[in-house]
Nanobody, 119 residues
């Protein structure tokens, strides 16, 4: 089992910045990728950014140039630096980890952290 604990959400004004953190613990050996997803009220959960164990990153078009995903392997932590935040970024942000198993890939999720962008 992998446990993921997010932190860093909150209320910020448009144009502001926040940094989310996701600390992984448990059976973390073999995690192939981690990432951030978000879900706004009334909408489906969507990918924000991912980072592989090799350091390759991928971003949703809506956040390219504004958000940066990074990882600290020594701390088993993934970060999401969010700059130039917009009201439409308001959502619950979830941390995700993917771990291959003999039966396929397994997804682990954190409990989510609320990000609200409002003046």
């Amino acid at each position: 089992q992998v446990q993921l604990v997010e932190s860093g959400g909150g209320l910020v004004q448009p144009g502001g910045s926040l940094r989310l953190s996701c600390a992984a613990s448990g059976s973390i050996i073999g995690i192939s990728a981690m990432g951030w997803y978000r879900q706004a009220p009334g909408k489906q959960r969507e990918l924000v950014a991912t980072i592989t164990s090799g350091g390759s990153t991928n971003y949703a078009d809506s956040v390219k140039g504004r958000f940066t995903i990074s990882r600290d392997n020594a701390k088993n932590t993934v970060y999401l630096q969010m700059n130039s935040l917009k009201p439409e970024d308001t959502a619950v942000f979830y941390c995700n980890a993917i771990k291959p198993t003999p039966y396929g890939e397994y997804d682990y999720w954190g409990q989510g952290t609320q990000v609200t962008v409002s003046s």
